[in-house]
């Protein structure tokens, strides 16, 4: 377990703004530096299921997913920017980061791989490919690599789904997962390796039909854990028939997530062309996450925004809207992504992430939002502002069985 109390607040709260630099600005190393890692051995590596965050391809070179902060052991993910001025060097047998030429985090510690990746489904698909290590006990299942919005011209701009699938779909053996496949790879996880959330989401399938799928996953994963209650967060657009959705709740999905991505009513339409055309318009949108708070109840609900493509007090009046309705709002970090239509663009500096984050948190405070409801409707609990929430709330997460020692 990481200890916060050991450390003080502002402490804490600088290498949390820390790793929010490095998670706007990337880092910049030689491709082969981890050459003296084992990574998908001892050291986790990063799975490419779904989104890239790397700049540049490494197919035929695994990367570690993340390391931990010296004090807090706060996660962070590794996104690879040789343009970044702040760097990876590997001296003297250790790996540290530096700002220019000054030492930032010294000795980094690289999580480590669950045996649950050494495993595979009976079909022999890997069990990483299948539901990824989140973190703090959280599994993500990416039941599609791929978008359907693409073939109609409707992606939204900023993804890369489709990129990052021509590039590690093959080389890393991801595809289609099915709901067996599923079943097997969350049962093995809950019943052996400490995990106990899992988040199902993906990219549009062809005539939205993924209703079906996602009720055999459950029942595939309630079989396989015994479990009727899986803490399970169904991640899916808004649907034009809201009455669907008391289908995910009947199924046994304690949480739900229709991301917004944009909250101007004109840049979300102009941002996200297919959720606006293929879902009923933003006005559904709206509609179909209140009705999701009434399915599901307050704060188990949640809708990511894309933080940095609209202006800023646009992008706050969304997710006090939000939240004041019983909605968890995550802000999340618009790292441009390769093969995304707004490939070249520039995300804010990390002041501007850093104040939207700090406003976010008060509003979760103010309205008394639990660790347990984010850490529950959400991917992973490891974001900055899931940081920055456990720091003044001094939440400590829990070592599990067979999770990294320090989670
Ligand atoms: S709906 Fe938008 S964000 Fe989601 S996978 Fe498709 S293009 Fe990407």
């Known amino acids: 377990m990481s200890s916060l109390s050991n ?16 998670l706007v600005e990337g880092l910049s190393f030689p491709i082969d530096i981890f050459k003296n890692l084992d990574v998908g051995g001892e050291i986790q590596e990063t799975v490419h299921v779904l989104f890239t965050a790397d700049k540049h391809a490494h197919k035929d070179v695994e990367f570690p997913a993340c390391f931990l902060t010296p004090k807090g052991k706060f996660r962070v993910g590794i996104r690879w920017n040789q343009d970044s001025l702040l760097s990876i060097r590997y001296i003297d ?13 010294e000795n980094l510690y690289f999580v480590t791989r669950s045996p649950y990746y050494k495993l595979s489904a009976s079909d022999g698909t890997s069990f990483r490919t299948i539901a990824t290590d989140n973190g703090h006990g959280a599994l993500f299942v990416s039941y599609s690599n791929e978008c359907s919005l693409k073939d109609k011209g409707l992606d939204c701009l900023f993804c890369n789904i489709n990129a990052t699938k021509s590039i590690y779909g093959d080389a890393q053996g991801i595809s289609w997962k099915t709901p ?45 854990t015994g479990l009727e209650d899986f803490n399970g967060t169904a991640c899916v657009g808004a649907p034009r028939d809201l009455t669907v959705l008391e289908k995910y709740k009947e199924a046994g999905y304690r949480t739900f997530a229709t991301n917004m991505e944009v ?34 109840g307050k704060y188990r609900v949640r809708s990511t925004l894309v933080s940095g493509i609209e202006p800023k007090e646009s992008l706050m009046t969304g997710i006090e809207y939000l939240v004041e309705n019983g909605v968890i709002a995550q802000p999340s970090q618009w790292y441009v ?34 660790w347990d409801q984010l850490r529950d409707a959400n991917a992973g609990s490891d974001s900055v502002p899931f940081d ?20």
């Open 263 to 296: 909250w101007s009513e004109k840049m979300f339409d102009l941002i996200c062309p297919g959720k606006a055309q293929e879902c009923g318009g933003r006005s559904n949108w709206l509609a179909a996450l209140k009705y999701e708070v009434e399915l599901f």
């Open 180 to 224: 067996k496949q599923v079943g097997e790879a969350v049962g093995a996880g809950y019943r052996e390796y400490g995990f106990d959330h899992v988040t199902i989401s993906g990219g549009f399938v062809p005539e939205r039909r993924e209703v079906e799928y996602y009720l055999d996953v459950a029942e595939a994963i309630q079989n396989a």
């Open 388 to 407: 920055l929430y456990r720091i003044l709330e001094g939440i400590d997460v829990k070592l599990k069985k067979g999770l990294d020692q320090y989670e």
């Open 93 to 105: 047998g250790q790996y540290h980061v530096f700002d220019r030429n000054t030492p930032v985090f």
């Open 7 to 22: 450390y003080s607040k502002e402490e804490l709260i600088k290498e949390v703004q820390l790793k929010n630099r490095i």
């Open 337 to 370: 992504n390769v093969g995304s239509a707004l490939q070249g663009h520039r995300t804010p500096d990390p002041d501007w992430h850093w104040e939207v984050f700090e406003r976010t948190v008060s509003l979760y405070r103010k309205h008394g939002v639990t």
